[in-house]
């Protein structure tokens, strides 16, 4: 049989009403800290586990949070997706994955019984709908002034990666991205390289793959070494990308880091197992996701506050893929 707040009561000697206070951690009543906590044990050694539906239709709350993004197949996506459930359950919220699709589509969560909704890289997709007034905080490239805001500084990021390949010799630098990740001067990453290979006097050389299947990737570095020769040195939009990359070159006959050196983006946990490790631009994922559960939390506890936006710095992370002697 359940535990119910009334067995709770009985154990603990207190009235229904101080159990449902103590267990619903309601500050605003005058509850001694030792009854508090008597009751909170007693709950705990009773094996009692609240009824959310209940709690929901008394609060008018689902404690739900849509998180609003790409696929977690991708390990990006992945760790984001861990990484925020962890900070709801924090809070005692769950989460309610809406897969978002930039190639098909996507329908806006905007009907999902959710108190709020963390949008992860849906900046385009979010730009051309009329979200309802539910509570919402967009997390990715692109600044939508409706909208609290949380992005790394890609541009930053790229410039950190350029900066390096400077620094151990290269040159002539590529920027490998596909079609499907965005429109290329679109993304911060692409418009920061194009811009500062131009203020060094050199023509931006781009290798663009069609989508960013490992297959596609490998084909289309191999047909611009083919065509164009190896240059110095390859900066991946992101570290997926990265990773067939390294077999390209590896089938061109050539080596990474001696005859080409390759940066990735986003840190993934696994780039020191990639043969060689992959030197990469780290997000910092687990700082950005509190911070929007944070600020997401904040507006729907005050829905009038002014609009906000914060911008993380991300870090250059170097392994043997650029590690030249």
């Known amino acids: 049989m359940a535990i119910t707040l009334r067995d709770i009561a009985k154990r603990t000697g207190v009235s229904h009403a101080t159990v449902s206070f103590a267990l619903n951690h309601r500050m605003d009543v005058n509850i001694p800290d030792s009854t508090r906590q008597r009751i909170i044990d007693a709950a705990a050694e009773m094996g009692y586990r609240p009824n959310r539906a209940a709690r929901a239709l008394m609060r008018g709350k689902t404690q739900q949070i849509a998180l ?87 541009r930053v990021g790229t410039w950190a990666a350029l900066d390096h ?51 596609t990737i490998v084909t289309a570095v191999t047909a611009h070494i083919e065509r164009f020769g190896a240059p110095d040195a390859i900066f991946c939009r992101s570290d997926m990308i990265a990773l067939p ?25 696994f780039l020191d197992y990639s043969n060689p490790s992959l030197t990469s631009i780290e997000q910092p994922v687990e700082q950005i996701a509190k911070i929007a559960v944070e600020r997401l939390f904040a507006r729907m506890a005050d829905n009038t506050i002014p609009v906000w936006s914060e911008l993380v710095t991300p870090k250059l992370v170097i392994r043997e893929s650029t590690s030249r002697a």
């Open 68 to 154: 609003w993004m790409p696929s977690p197949r991708n390990p990006y996506y992945g760790s984001v997706f861990d990484t925020v459930f962890s900070a709801l359950r924090e809070r005692e919220h769950d989460i309610a994955f809406a897969p978002a699709d930039y190639t098909s589509p996507t329908p806006f969560p905007s009907d999902w019984p959710v108190d709020g909704l963390i949008a992860w890289d849906t900046g385009p997709l979010l730009e051309r709908e009329t979200p309802p007034s539910m509570p919402i905080v967009s997390v990715g490239a692109l600044v939508d002034e409706r909208f609290d805001t949380v992005r790394t500084d890609l």
């Open 245 to 269: 990359c390294l077999t390209a070159i590896r089938k061109a006959g050539l080596r990474v880091p001696e005859d080409i050196a390759v940066i990735g983006f986003d840190g993934l946990e």
């Open 165 to 215: 390949l400077r620094d151990i010799g290269c040159k002539r630098v590529a920027h490998l991205l596909s079609m499907q990740s965005a429109p290329p001067r679109n993304d911060p990453r692409t418009d920061a390289f194009c811009t500062e290979m131009e203020r060094r006097g050199i023509e931006p050389e781009m290798i663009v793959a069609g989508n960013p299947n490992p297959a």
